[in-house]
């Protein structure tokens, strides 16, 4: 059973700080790692992909990649009450399965002002 | 450019009906995916397709028939709906260039009575 973990949250966060989430898979065979973010009522969009090891920046997110350790995190700097939503990692099936993702149950993150 | 919709958005049905939910994709993606999302569960799996005339079964495809004719469509069926069955359905779709990113479309959201 090929699986993603992420700790449920609620993740309180206050306004201004680094939001630091995380997630475990599996499979090693996985190669692509996806973040994306869910506001309530709306479908998951996505915030980050990663392929290799190391970080990965875009604007006030950051991706963090470690295949050895099975681990892949997102930190959000300067949070803002914009960035409370859920947050799905998701972790491609190996290389036998292209296309499917596994995701995890999701984090949910509270900014407070 | 309208990208991937679902129909209906929302839907109230009776235990022992037949139910269809359309998913639509603009872009010419291969690639499209059905997903079920429960309180707990996350997003879980129930049917995805390759191309036009090929699918194959996710992690939860028992009750559910799909689909898919045309590249663009791609059509969920619940044979004989149950009340396990009451959930937020989401259709994705995936153009296979940008390494199994996945797009989601704004869900339809099922109830069984």
């Known amino acids: 059973q090929k699986e993603v973990e992420q700790n449920s949250g609620p993740l309180s966060v206050p306004e201004g700080a680094i939001a630091s989430l995380n997630c475990t898979y599996s499979?090693?065979?996985?190669?692509?790692f996806f973040w994306y973010r869910q506001y309530s009522g709306k479908s998951p969009e996505l915030i980050m992909s990663?392929?290799?090891?190391g970080d990965k920046e875009d604007g006030r997110f950051t991706a963090q990649l470690n295949k050895a350790s099975q681990y892949v995190s997102l930190l959000i700097r300067d949070s803002q009450p914009s960035d409370s939503a859920t947050y799905l990692c998701a972790v491609n099936m190996g290389t036998d399965s292209w296309g499917k993702l596994q995701f995890g149950a999701g984090t949910q993150v509270v900014v407070t002002p | 450019d309208a990208g991937i919709t679902q129909s209906p958005r929302y839907k109230i049905t009776e235990t022992g009906r037949q139910v269809t939910l359309m998913c639509h994709q603009t872009w010419s993606h291969s690639y499209m995916f059905w997903y079920r999302q429960d309180l707990g569960h996350g997003l879980r799996l129930i049917y995805y397709s390759a191309a036009a005339d090929i699918t194959d079964k996710g992690e939860v495809p028992d009750g559910y028939v799909v689909s898919r004719s045309k590249t663009e469509n791609f059509p969920l069926t619940l044979e004989s709906a149950t009340r396990s069955q009451t959930s937020v359905y989401f259709c994705?779709?995936?153009?296979?260039?940008?390494?199994?990113?996945?797009?989601f479309g704004p869900g339809t959201r099922l109830l069984v009575l």
């Open positions: 990663i392929y290799s090891n």
């Open positions: 994705a779709s995936s153009d296979g260039v940008l390494q199994e990113t996945q797009y």
């Open positions: 499979d090693r065979g996985s190669q692509s």
